[in-house]
């Protein structure tokens, strides 16, 4: 499966970003989706995910409350609604996606996308 991040941008703490995550080559709906981040000189880190179908998301510590994980099969794409943005926020995004029904961990991650910039001003 091939992964394409985009909705990155630079904005200012406080405002909202919509990341998306547009899947080809597969059939997506067999995969649960997450969304990673990685800031320069820090290592990459979860940001939330959601189960194949969407039953299930779970989100890092960091974001709970702040950010919201969804997916529309039918447009082979997962979102990530990112609001009341931090300037720790500031990070590469990263979506990738697992055959197993539901993970928090880099290492269940089979395909990566290449990653979008968020960049948060204070």
């Known amino acids: 499966v091939q992964l394409q991040a985009s909705g990155g941008g630079l904005v200012q703490a406080g405002d909202s970003l919509r990341l998306s995550c547009v899947a080809s080559?597969?059939?997506?709906?067999?995969?649960?989706t997450g969304w990673f981040r990685q800031a320069p000189g820090k290592e990459r880190e979860f940001v939330a995910t959601?189960?194949?179908?969407?039953?299930?998301?779970g989100y890092g510590d960091s974001v709970k409350g702040r950010f919201t994980i969804s997916r529309d099969d039918a447009k082979n794409t997962v979102y990530l609604q990112m609001n009341s943005l931090r300037p720790e926020d500031t990070a590469v995004y990263y979506c990738?996606?697992?055959?197993?029904?539901?993970?928090?961990?880099?290492?269940?991650?089979?395909?990566w996308g290449q990653g979008t910039q968020v960049t948060v001003s204070s």
């Open positions: 080559g597969s059939t997506f709906s067999r995969y649960a």
């Open positions: 990738a996606t697992t055959e197993k029904a539901w993970s928090a961990k880099i290492y269940d991650y089979d395909y």
């Open positions: 959601i189960s194949r179908m969407g039953g299930s998301t």
